[in-house]
């Protein structure tokens, strides 16, 4: 993930380092773990980065949540249908995980940062496998809260603790 993130913020030099976190944290895959790693590596302060990459992970979650379905099914007809195909395994996968425990099991997947893992997929299997809209919302912004405490911490909190002791 660190390489990829390096090529984001290598690609985007010259724009604000806040807004390469935003779009970072914006971006399936990365999300709230990459802005914050790239926050991090462009030195900025982890109180300035933490809300950045929040709305950043969070901005696309009510739109997945309530037009996700509709959106696949449209992109079905087209030349996307293998796209969408991918994209409904990977959160039939994720929903094995996810249903044994509802909506704990969907806070655990948004929350414990994994490959594969985090807030685009976890809306996805919720409203695939049409969780109510109140408990997704509940179980993935605390999944979000506790990825940001365990990424903050490896992000800023190890590096501090490392340069302690050099």
Request: charged share 15%; with cysteine; glycine share 10%.
């Given at each position: 993930?660190?390489?990829?993130?390096?090529?984001?913020?290598?690609?985007?030099?010259?724009?604000?380092?806040?807004?390469?976190?935003?779009?970072?944290?914006?971006?399936?895959?990365?999300?709230?773990?990459?802005?914050?790693?790239?926050?991090?590596?462009?030195?900025?302060?982890?109180?300035?980065?933490?809300?950045?990459?929040?709305?950043?992970?969070?901005?696309?979650?009510?739109?997945?949540?309530?037009?996700?379905?509709?959106?696949?099914?449209?992109?079905?007809?087209?030349?996307?249908?293998?796209?969408?195909?991918?994209?409904?395994?990977?959160?039939?996968?994720?929903?094995?995980?996810?249903?044994?425990?509802?909506?704990?099991?969907?806070?655990?997947?948004?929350?414990?940062?994994?490959?594969?893992?985090?807030?685009?997929?976890?809306?996805?299997?919720?409203?695939?496998?049409?969780?109510?809209?109140?408990?997704a919302c509940l179980a993935?912004?605390?999944?979000?809260?506790?990825?940001?405490?365990?990424?903050?911490?490896?992000?800023?909190?190890?590096?501090?603790i490392i340069s302690l002791?050099?």
């Open positions: 993930m660190e390489g990829i993130i390096q090529s984001i913020v290598s690609a985007l030099s010259g724009v604000p380092a806040e807004l390469v976190v935003f779009l970072i944290s914006l971006c399936p895959i990365l999300e709230l773990r990459g802005g914050l790693i790239a926050a991090s590596i462009l030195g900025v302060d982890m109180w300035k980065a933490i809300p950045i990459c929040v709305i950043g992970n969070i901005l696309p979650i009510p739109f997945i949540l309530l037009f996700i379905e509709k959106i696949f099914e449209l992109l079905k007809n087209t030349r996307f249908v293998k796209m969408i195909n991918k994209l409904e395994e990977k959160a039939e996968k994720g929903a094995k995980k996810i249903m044994k425990h509802k909506k704990f099991g969907l806070f655990l997947f948004v929350g414990i940062p994994l490959p594969g893992t985090g807030a685009w997929t976890g809306s996805l299997v919720a409203a695939l496998f049409h969780f109510k809209l109140k408990d993935i912004l605390g999944g979000l809260v506790l990825a940001t405490i365990i990424m903050a911490f490896i992000s800023y909190g190890i590096p501090a002791f050099m």
